[in-house]
C-alpha cells in the first residue's frame, strides 16, 4: 500500500472516527495502556504514599500517615544499620507488602490487626522465625489506627477522620473553658450555702466535716452558735437566678457535652455535625443557632460573675436582648464545624446550588464533593464530550465566593497534601474540598492510578484557595501541588527497546488524550497503526495541539501506548477527542492565570517594562561610548609622539604626566582608564600600594610589582566601571595564574 493511501484511511479516521481499510486498527480489548503508566502494573510492590494508617491511638492521633512511613520509623528504631540489620529490614519490607496484598484482595482492619494476619504468611516452613520477630515488632508499634487503601471510599474516610482530629482539639478547648466555669460558678453557690441559714443546720455542719471528727463534736449546739446573725442567703436572689441558670445551661449543652457524663443515666444530649446533604445540614445549623447564642451568652454571664465583674445595671440589658444576631465570628468558631459528604450520585444541580448558598453564608461547614465521572459524552452534539464540567469546575467556582477555604486534588495526591486538609479543617469559616476519587472510568486501572493519570493530564487539577493566607491572589491561590504547574503538560523521561533494541530515553508528555484513553468506553476515538504503517504524518498530540491550528496540515495527532507485553503502540487520537483536549487545555491556562503562571496581565507588564529598560541601556551604552571617545581624544591630542614609559614606570600614568598613544600601550602591560575613575576606592581597597590617585582623585597603576596579578584581577573584577585592566603577570611563578588568566580575559 502507497504512503498517500494509508495516510487516508488515518486522516478519515481522524475525521469522521470511521475505520476503512487497514492501519486503523480498533483497540477494544488490546489492553492498552497509557506508555508512561506501564511500568505500574503491580502496586503492591510499589512502596507509595498508600494504604494510609488513619492514626487513632498513640502520637499523632488524628492525622495520617502512610504505611511506609510507619515502617520506615519503626525500622529506624529497631533494626541495626547496616549489614545486621539488612535481614530484619527485608522482613519488615515484606510484611509491609503483604499488607498492600492484604488490602488489595479486600481485607479491611486496624494496623496491628493487618499486622498480625500478614505475619503468619511470611513465615517460611523450615524458618518460621520471620513470623515471631514481625509479631514481637508490632508489640513495639507506637501508634495505632484503621488501614485503607486508595479505593473509592478512601476520600470520605479519610476527610472524616481529619474532621474528627479537628472537633477533637475544639472540644478539648471548649470543655476547658466550660469545665473551670462550672467549677467557678459551683464554687460561688457552696460558698454561699455555706454562709446561709441552711448551710449552718446541724446536718449541714455535720456533712462539712470528715467523718473522723463527726463524732466529736454536739452539730446541734454548734449550729445555734454559729447561725447567729446568718442571712437567709448572702447571695441576691437575682444573682443566685443568674449563676444557677448558667450552670444549668453549661452542664446541659449538647455541642460539646461532658465525655465523663456519657454513660451515666440522664447524660446530657449530645449533637450531631455529619450529614449526606447541604440542606439537612443547613437546617440542623440555624435550628440550632438560638441554643448556641444561650450557650454563648452563659459562658459571658458565667466569665463576668466568677470576675466578680457583672454590673446588673449595665449587663442586665444588654443580655435581655442576646440572642442569634449578637453572635460574633470568634463565639461561633467555638462550636464544631459540620462536615457534610456529598454523596457522588447525590452531587446534582440542587445539591449543588444549595451548597453555594451554604458556602457563601459562611456556616462553619466543611464540604466535600466527590468527582466520580470526569469523562461524559453530552447529550447534545453526538459523540462529543461534556467532560465533567459540573465537578471539575465547581471547586474553581467556589474560590469566587469569598472566604471559603478550598481545596481540590485526586485521591492519589490526599496524602500529600495533608497539611492543606488540615488547614482546611481548621479554618473558621466554610471549607470545600473536591477529590477525584478515581472511580467512574471503565478499564483494567486501579483507582490510584486513574486518579493519579488525571491529575497529571490536567483532566483534575489540584489547587488550593486559603482566603485568609495574604491580601493578594498570588497568596491565596496555588497550583504548585501539581507536576510540572507551568507546563501545559508535565513530561517525563520515557525509556524503551527500539526495534533493534537500542535503548531509547524520550521526554513523553502526559496529555488528557492519554487519560481518556485507560477509558474503555471510549475507545472509539482512538485506533492503533501497526509499526510498518508509522510515518511523519503522526506527531505527538501534544505537538499536535501546539501547532498553529492553519499549519497543522493533515498532521494526525498520537499517544504512546503500551500492549500486555509491553510492546510500544502508537494510537491516533480523532478529532472530537482533540476538541475536548483543547478545550481542557484552555481551563488549565486559566488556572495558571489565577495561579499567577503565564498570567498574561504580568506578562505584559513584565513585556512593557522590559522594552523601557532595553531603551535606557542603549541610552547609557552611548551615552558610555562618547565619553570613551572624548577621554580618548583628550588623551591624544596634547602629545606629539609616543613616549617611551621607562622599566618600572607607572603603567598609567598619573594626571598631568605624558600619556602613551593609545595604539602605542602594550597589551601584556596592566593599566587603568584614569580618565573615567568615579574614584570608588574599590582598588585600593586591595592594594593601596599598586593602585594611587592622582591629584584629580583618579586611579592609576603605580608599580605592578607592589602586587599580585590575582590583586590586579580581583581589582578589575571590583571596578565598578570596569576601566582596570590587568594585562598579563609578571611572576610566572605566581599561583593559579591559569585560572586567574582567564578572569582577567574579559576585562583585558
Ligand atoms: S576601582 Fe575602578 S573606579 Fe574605583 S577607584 Fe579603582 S579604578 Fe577607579
Known amino acids: ?205 455535720r456533712a462539712s466535716l470528715g467523718g473522723t471528727h463527726r463524732d466529736a463534736f454536739d452539730f446541734s449546739v454548734m449550729s445555734r452558735l454559729v447561725a447567729r446573725n446568718v442571712p437567709k442567703d448572702e447571695l441576691p436572689p437575682a444573682r443566685r437566678r443568674r449563676i444557677e441558670d448558667a450552670l444549668a445551661v453549661l452542664k446541659s449543652q449538647p455541642f460539646f457535652p461532658d465525655p465523663r457524663l456519657a454513660e451515666r443515666p440522664g447524660a446530657p444530649a449530645s449533637y450531631g455535625f455529619r450529614y449526606d446533604n447541604c440542606a439537612a445540614a443547613a437546617t440542623a445549623y440555624r435550628e440550632r443557632l438560638p441554643k448556641l447564642a444561650e450557650v454563648v451568652k452563659a459562658i459571658s454571664i458565667a466569665e463576668l460573675e466568677a470576675d466578680g465583674a457583672y454590673v446588673e445595671a449595665r449587663h442586665d440589658a444588654f443580655f435581655a436582648h442576646f440572642d442569634d444576631r449578637a453572635l460574633s465570628a470568634d463565639d461561633i468558631a467555638l462550636f464544631p464545624d459540620y462536615l457534610v459528604c456529598v454523596a457522588a450520585d447525590r452531587a446534582d444541580a440542587p445539591e449543588n446550588a444549595g451548597m453555594m448558598d451554604m458556602l457563601s453564608a459562611g456556616l462553619p461547614v466543611k464540604v466535600l464533593v466527590e468527582a466520580t465521572d470526569l469523562l461524559e459524552e453530552a447529550s447534545v452534539g453526538a459523540g462529543h464530550f461534556a467532560f465533567g464540567v459540573r465537578q471539575v469546575r465547581l471547586a474553581n467556582t467556589a474560590t469566587g465566593l469569598g472566604g471559603v477555604f478550598v481545596v481540590q486534588s485526586a485521591s492519589s495526591n490526599l496524602y500529600a497534601l495533608r497539611e492543606r486538609l488540615a488547614k482546611a479543617f481548621a479554618h473558621r469559616g466554610a471549607g470545600l474540598v473536591s477529590v477525584y476519587a478515581g472511580a467512574g472510568t471503565v478499564g483494567e486501572l486501579p483507582p490510584y492510578l486513574t486518579a493519579a493519570a488525571a491529575m497529571e493530564s490536567r483532566a483534575f487539577p489540584a489547587f488550593t484557595y486559603d482566603p485568609y493566607a495574604g491580601d493578594n491572589q498570588a497568596a491565596r491561590f496555588t497550583l504548585e501541588d501539581n507536576p510540572q504547574p507551568e507546563a501545559d503538560w508535565p513530561v517525563t523521561p520515557f525509556e524503551y527497546a527500539d526495534e533493534t533494541l537500542q535503548r531509547v530515553v524520550e521526554e513523553t508528555p502526559f496529555t488528557i488524550a492519554d487519560f481518556v484513553l485507560c477509558d474503555t468506553r471510549y475507545a472509539g476515538h482512538f485506533a492503533r497503526v501497526p509499526r510498518e504503517r508509522w510515518d511523519d504524518a503522526m506527531i505527538p498530540a501534544d505537538e499536535w495541539l501546539a501547532r498553529d491550528p492553519k499549519s497543522v496540515g493533515d498532521a494526525i495527532p498520537y499517544v504512546l501506548a503500551a500492549d500486555p507485553d509491553d510492546g510500544l503502540q502508537r494510537v491516533v487520537v480523532d478529532a472530537r477527542l482533540m476538541q475536548m483536549v483543547a478545550r481542557c487545555r484552555t481551563f488549565w491556562h486559566r488556572l495558571q492565570e489565577q495561579g499567577g503562571v503565564h498570567n498574561s496581565h504580568a506578562e505584559i507588564l513584565l513585556a512593557r517594562e522590559k522594552a523601557k529598560w532595553e531603551q535606557a541601556r542603549a541610552k547609557e551604552q552611548d551615552a558610555l561610548k562618547a565619553a570613551a571617545a572624548a577621554s580618548m581624544q583628550a588623551a591624544v591630542a596634547p602629545v606629539a609622539a609616543p613616549v617611551e614609559t621607562a622599566p618600572g614606570a607607572p603603567a598609567s600614568a598619573p594626571a598631568g604626566a605624558p600619556v602613551p598613544a593609545a595604539p602605542a600601550r602594550n597589551p601584556d602591560e596592566a593599566w587603568i582608564e584614569t580618565a573615567r575613575c568615579p574614584s570608588c576606592n574599590e582598588c585600593q581597597a586591595i592594594n593601596d600600594k599598586v593602585f594611587k590617585y592622582n591629584d584629580d582623585k583618579q586611579a592609576y597603576i603605580t608599580d605592578v610589582k607592589l602586587g599580585t596579578y590575582r590583586q590586579l584581577v580581583e581589582a578589575a573584577e571590583a571596578c565598578q566601571v570596569s576601566i582596570i585592566h590587568p594585562g598579563k603577570p609578571w611572576d610566572p611563578n605566581e599561583p593559579g595564574l591559569e585560572e586567574l588568566i582567564a578572569r582577567a580575559e574579559s576585562f583585558q
Open 1 to 205: 500500500m502507497d504512503m498517500a493511501t494509508q495516510h487516508h484511511e488515518q486522516r478519515l479516521f481522524f475525521s469522521t472516527g470511521a475505520r476503512h481499510g487497514e492501519g486503523v486498527d480498533a483497540i477494544d480489548g488490546l489492553g492498552l495502556r497509557p506508555a508512561l503508566l506501564a511500568r505500574y502494573r503491580d502496586l503492591t510492590r510499589l512502596r507509595y504514599d498508600y494504604p494510609l494508617v488513619l492514626v487513632g491511638r498513640g502520637p499523632g492521633a488524628g492525622t495520617l500517615r502512610s504505611l511506609s512511613s510507619v515502617v520506615d520509623e519503626v525500622l529506624q528504631e529497631i533494626a541495626p544499620q547496616g549489614i545486621d540489620g539488612e535481614r530484619l529490614r527485608k522482613h519488615v519490607l515484606r510484611l509491609e507488602r503483604e499488607v498492600r496484598v492484604l488490602l488489595a484482595g479486600g481485607a479491611a482492619g486496624r494496623l496491628t490487626e493487618l499486622w498480625a494476619e500478614a505475619a503468619p504468611r511470611l513465615a517460611a516452613p523450615g524458618d518460621p522465625s520471620a513470623e515471631g520477630v514481625l509479631k514481637h515488632i508490632a508489640e513495639k508499634l507506637q501508634l495505632d489506627g484503621d488501614v485503607v487503601d486508595c479505593d473509592r471510599a478512601m476520600p470520605a474516610r479519610v476527610l472524616a477522620h481529619v474532621w474528627g482530629g479537628a472537633q477533637q482539639r475544639k472540644a478539648a478547648a471548649f470543655r476547658t473553658t466550660v469545665d473551670r466555669l462550672v467549677i467557678k460558678l459551683s464554687d460561688i453557690l457552696r460558698a454561699a450555702f455555706i454562709h446561709s441559714q441552711a448551710g449552718q443546720r446541724p446536718d449541714a455542719l
